[in-house]
């Protein structure tokens, strides 16, 4: 008789009859959408790529630090496996957190990190909690990992319903409590003193601070070394214009650091993402004023969007703007803006459903976008 497939495994079929054998929850699951690059959107648009002004990502339009490029352009030994530790990024950003390297790790972005998170923490049936709308990678994740995500709600205006987490993480004995902070795809900050109740809870809280350098620096990082079951992910994806490099980091409680060291992949982080973050750190202020030119370009999108009769702007501490539509559909819109050549993105996610995000540009492209909305008030598109 044929071995009976094993628990939580479905069988699909291939070639010849032939079959192999893969998790039924993998096979059942959606795959996660991203965003695509700008020639893949050029070419579906008909449109070259040079013409288009791509406002969906969050990404920094400015890119990296000229330092960056230049240091690139030199890079040596990519013959040679990078540092397993990466331990001259850590001890840099050690000196920008204030954090001791012992207690920072480096990833291939903080989605590694999240990945690793899990690891760390998860064995089959465990829950975690997931804030929606928020960042879809935590509730993405979980079930590859063997973990239930519950999701807990935000209220209408995406602040926490906190009462209602502590409710959760008791009735599901949850050990990670995932959140983002400025939230996105919200843009809202986090309360201290939300945060300060959660810790309270006989659980992990993973604070996601992807965004945190355009909310006027106020990380929690120096809330680690206090609270044992604190975790702080960054990244310079967004602040530092890296995000093709794929390059984040983690601060997190002493305790936790050698267990993180056994299951991190060696060689995680490239070298070429591992000296553009070093030499990002040593350009710093550089980089910082790029991040007040993007807040600004946000502030104006915020006071213009409002005037318009079709959008209502969150208020936004990340580098991107979350709008209500009305008087068209959220996919409406989209679409009119990508026909002229701008494109933003659009959310079909329960309580996302009429909602746009539209990252903050330089000043040409935010001329360029409020220009084509306004001919979109007025029938002229």
Not at 243 to 253: H, T
Request: charged share 20%.
């Amino acid at each position: 008789m044929p071995t009976p497939p094993p628990p939580n495994c479905g069988a699909v079929d291939i070639m010849k009859g032939e079959k192999v054998r893969i998790r039924r929850d993998i096979a059942s699951m959606s795959a996660y959408t991203p965003t695509t690059s700008l020639e893949v959107f050029a070419e579906r648009l008909g449109l070259e790529a040079d013409n288009l002004i791509k406002l969906d990502a969050n990404e920094n339009p400015y890119g990296p630090s000229p330092r960056v490029v230049e240091a690139l352009a030199k890079l040596p030994n990519m013959q040679v496996y990078p540092d397993p530790e990466s331990g001259r990024l850590r001890d840099e950003l050690a000196d920008y957190t204030g954090l001791p390297a012992e207690q920072i790790l480096c990833g291939a972005g903080a989605d590694e990190l999240i990945e690793l998170i899990l690891q760390l923490f998860i064995e089959p049936g465990d829950a975690i909690i997931n804030t929606p709308p928020t960042f879809a990678m935590y509730s993405f994740n979980a079930p590859l990992y063997h973990a239930q995500a519950v999701d807990v709600y935000r209220r209408p205006n995406f602040s926490l319903d906190v009462e209602a987490i502590q409710e959760a993480v008791a009735q599901h004995k949850a050990k990670l409590v995932f959140l983002c902070s400025p939230n996105n795809p919200s843009g809202g900050l986090i309360a201290s003193e939300d945060i300060k109740s959660l810790l309270e809870l006989p659980a992990t809280i993973v604070v996601d601070e992807a965004y945190i350098e355009f909310a006027e620096g106020r990380s929690l990082a120096n809330w680690v070394g206090e609270y044992p079951n604190l975790i702080v992910l960054r990244t310079l994806s967004k602040w530092a214009g890296l995000a093709g490099l794929r390059i984040g980091y983690g601060l997190f409680p002493r305790a936790l650091m050698p267990h993180l060291w056994k299951i991190k992949q060696p060689y995680n982080v490239n070298v070429a993402a591992d000296l553009a973050a070093r030499v990002s750190l040593g350009d710093v202020d550089f980089l910082l004023e790029r991040v007040r030119q993007l807040v600004k370009q946000r502030q104006r999108m915020e006071v213009a969007f409002a005037e318009l009769p079709y959008l209502s702007p969150y208020a936004s501490q990340a580098n991107f703007v979350l709008n209500r539509i009305s008087g068209m559909s959220a996919e409406y819109f989209r679409d009119q803006l990508a026909r002229a050549g701008i494109i933003v993105r659009y959310y079909k996610k329960p309580r996302l459903e009429d909602c746009i995000r539209i990252s903050a540009g330089t000043p040409a492209q935010i001329d360029r976008l409020l220009e084509v909305l306004r001919a979109l008030a007025n029938n002229e598109l």
